[in-house]
């Protein structure tokens, strides 16, 4: 049975945490059947169901940015319970039956099925939401399953996604990552246009990581800077400057604005799985040794590494310094932010407004206790000096194997053992029977 069919996902009438109890006829022992939710969605169930998909996009966070900062020899990933990840991942050699590659496509699959669910309570619902509510919901609901269909493409890349899987019994034909991108790009069009018709407020209440961003018209704002991403990955320079010219971009603002993912230690919630303590010896997260030796002088963006009392070394591979970008357990972990945006608007200005895209990318080096950029402004050198500023400003954030696939140049990572690569992609689940 493909996994798509096979996920059983609860909606959960808890604010922020996905129940995964279920009983054979499909009811949750902590909330409402998955049947209430899309025959007939009801105000309380609205607002605990979009609770239990904000819940749901942290589901795998851990493994998917590992495995992706890995890729990007950011980090790597020293476990005493799982050699796999200095093994397999470091190696390239995925195993298509194996956490790294099933986790990462099952959970946010199974946010996906939780939003299709959603939606179709939404075109059945007899409760008295007015068409501008209905509108809103749709919006957050579509641009959110447009982030974890990216997510998904990010990792399969060219061997492929389902975009299309409403149905359950009536799965989507895979697509290749351009027709991928092509389908969200869309998708975030549609969500634009159903904020636009949203109103001034939405009927449900979201995570102190949208704070901001909690209205129709703000969220769109994010709609838009996820659309800038996705136009930048397609290549197409004028979308990107559209897009982010109704986003929250703003080269003069905080560079840490934007929206996040959010923990706690209260209730059932998780705390931040991204977080290890400097010095650990057993499961630690250790900076590649090129993220400390490749740095500019006086760029302060190496303080995302801290020195550790001791190397850690495991099976060949050595690190010195701890990966340190969250300092407890309860950080919050973005999803996207204005530096991102900065970086976006720099790489759309490289070929048409080169002055523009240096001052962008001046903008972060001066935050970073750099230099103006004093090199050449030829598209190869400014290439160079945003992947070099996206590399130290988007630090394990899950970026720097994409932009450096996208721009045709993973030959350039580094490989510490004759043994280790970088793939292009990581394959399908073995059980999806593509």
Known sequence: MKMIKSIKIILVMLALILASCELDGG???NGASTSSISDDISRGELTQAISGVLSD???GISTHTDVQSIFGREYYYFTSSDPRYEGDVVVGNLDNNTFYVTTPWGARYATIKDINLILEGLDNT???????EIAAARGVLNTLKAHELLMLTDNQYDNGIRVDVADSENLGAFVDNSAALTAIADL??????ELGNGGGAFSFGLTVGYAGFDTPQTFLQFNRALLARVEAYRGNYDAVLTALDASFFDLNGDLNAGIYHTFS?????????????????ANVRVAHSSFVTDVQDG???????????EPREATGLVGTHDVALYSTNIDNV??????ELILLYAEANMQSNPTEAVAALDVLRTAAGLPAYGGATTPAALEDELLYNRRYSLFGEGHRWIDMRRFDRLSELPNDRSTDNVPSAIPVPANENK
Not at 299 to 309: E, F
């Open 126 to 132: 007899t409760a008295d939401f007015s068409p501008a």
């Open 188 to 193: 975030l069009n549609t969500a634009a246009g």
């Open 265 to 281: 230690l209260s209730g059932q919630d998780i705390a931040n799985p991204l977080f290890i303590a400097l010095n650990q010896t």
């Open 299 to 309: 760029d302060n963006r190496l303080n995302k590494v801290v020195l550790r009392d």
């Open 27 to 29: 009811e949750s022992l």
């Open 334 to 339: 973005p999803v996207m932010r204005n530096e």
């Open 57 to 59: 996009m942290r589901v």
